[in-house]
């Protein structure tokens, strides 16, 4: 039994690729850990502008986190190593380790990321798409040919 999607109406062609970014995006929901927040940054005269994920990584180093973009998915890793010459009386902070996927449209670049006071920020940078307008000729009927 095939599924039907918004997607699946047959004026819209080409679109199976979103259909399945969307799927792949609610697959990435996680637990909610760690938080995040995405922003819209302005620039100065810039309509596109900037976009900003911001995660709250406190305890985590440089070291410990990673960043990867792969087939319009950016993946943020984070995986903290026990210090096993620490004796915890209590132990409220865990070190645990995450991972938050966020998949990209098309034209949206990452353009760096910085780790400050416990905060990791991830800059994109939305590209306006050219637009292009393309006249289709059509073209002459085939001729029939005659049987002779």
Request: charged share 30%.
């Amino acid at each position: 039994m095939t599924r039907m999607t918004t997607l699946s109406n047959p004026l819209l062609l080409g679109f199976e690729e979103i259909e399945r970014l969307i799927d792949r995006a609610a697959k990435g929901g996680g637990d909610g850990y760690p938080p995040y927040n995405i922003e819209r940054i302005a620039s100065d005269g810039d309509a596109a502008g900037l976009l900003r994920i911001t995660l709250a990584v406190a305890g985590f180093s440089r070291d410990d986190l990673e960043i990867t973009l792969e087939d319009k998915q950016l993946t943020i890793r984070g995986k903290q190593q026990d210090d096993k010459t620490r004796e915890y009386v209590y132990r409220g902070i865990a070190s645990r380790q995450f991972s938050r996927t966020f998949v990209l449209a098309d034209g949206i670049e990452v353009k760096g990321a910085d780790l400050s006071n416990g905060l990791l920020a991830v800059d994109l940078q939305r590209l306006e798409p050219e637009r292009l307008v393309k006249r289709i000729e059509i073209g002459a009927p085939p001729r029939s040919k005659s049987r002779g």
